[in-house]
């Protein structure tokens, strides 16, 4: 299960991030890697963490022209990631661009494991005033993440980001074996932070979630260490 919990490790330097990993050593979690610290550590940071056996979650969240995307994709699968994403709102083309610099990356080197591929939907931080009146989407929040991943399914994603409020909505209309991350994952009493759309860890799970992003409540625990397994505990348990 723990391999399920993802950790974002959203530090401006790469000490700051080993000295969390240090608090974290031995459990066999996902790291995420975000735009702050990929920009700042860059590649060499993603290969220490490949060495060191975790699985990384590149959270780089792409959304360009179909060929920059492509050529986007075979840079960070050349890479060794787990997992990278792209915007669903970059429509089908630009999504299977993605999966086609996956496969030049891995017939360049075949000996590179295939990475998921995944799209953001809506970000959890998005409430429906803000997609209605700002983005300029009419509808429900969960409507659109379900559209956008029945989207994304259908340009050969292996699965999107989403709140877990979605999560059965998208297994339903994808099926079971799409994979769906979830944001906005806080156990019982934390801090809503900047989040919109929140479960707890179990609430989460039950749910249909098949990896969780959990942050703050974490990484900012006065015993981050404790704090992940007692969060490893409840998914367990639900």
Excluded: W
Excluded at 46 to 67: A, C, Q, T, W
Excluded at 102 to 124: C, G, Y
Excluded at 148 to 162: I, N, S, T
Aim: net charge neutral.
């Amino acid at each position: 299960m723990a391999g399920r919990l993802m950790i974002p490790l959203d530090y401006p330097d790469a000490s700051q991030a080993r000295e969390m990993i240090g608090k974290l050593r031995g459990i066999p979690c996902y790291m995420k890697v975000g735009m702050q610290l990929f920009y700042a550590a860059g590649p060499d940071f993603v290969r220490e963490l490949k060495d060191n056996g975790y699985s990384v979650f590149l959270d780089v969240k792409m959304h360009d022209i179909p060929n920059t995307v492509k050529g986007g994709a075979q840079s960070v699968t050349a890479l060794g990631v787990d997992m990278f994403n792209v915007h669903a709102a970059g429509g089908s083309a630009m999504m299977k661009a993605a999966l086609e610099g996956v496969e030049l990356a891995i017939a360049q080197n075949p000996a590179l494991k295939r990475p998921l591929v995944i799209a953001v939907t809506q970000l959890t931080s998005t409430s429906q005033s803000v997609m209605n009146g700002e983005i300029g989407i009419p509808g429900e929040v969960p409507d659109t993440v379900v559209r956008y991943a029945q989207l994304a399914a259908a340009a050969g994603l292996d699965g999107v980001v989403a709140s877990p409020q979605e999560a059965a909505a998208i297994s339903a209309a994808c099926g079971s074996g799409f994979r769906t991350v979830t944001p906005g994952i806080r156990p019982s009493g934390s801090s809503l932070d900047d989040q919109s759309r929140v479960m707890t860890p179990g609430q989460a799970i039950r749910q249909g979630s098949h990896f969780l992003v959990i942050g703050r409540p974490i990484t900012a625990a006065p015993d981050p260490r404790q704090a992940a397994e007692n969060i490893i505990k409840e998914m367990i348990q639900a």
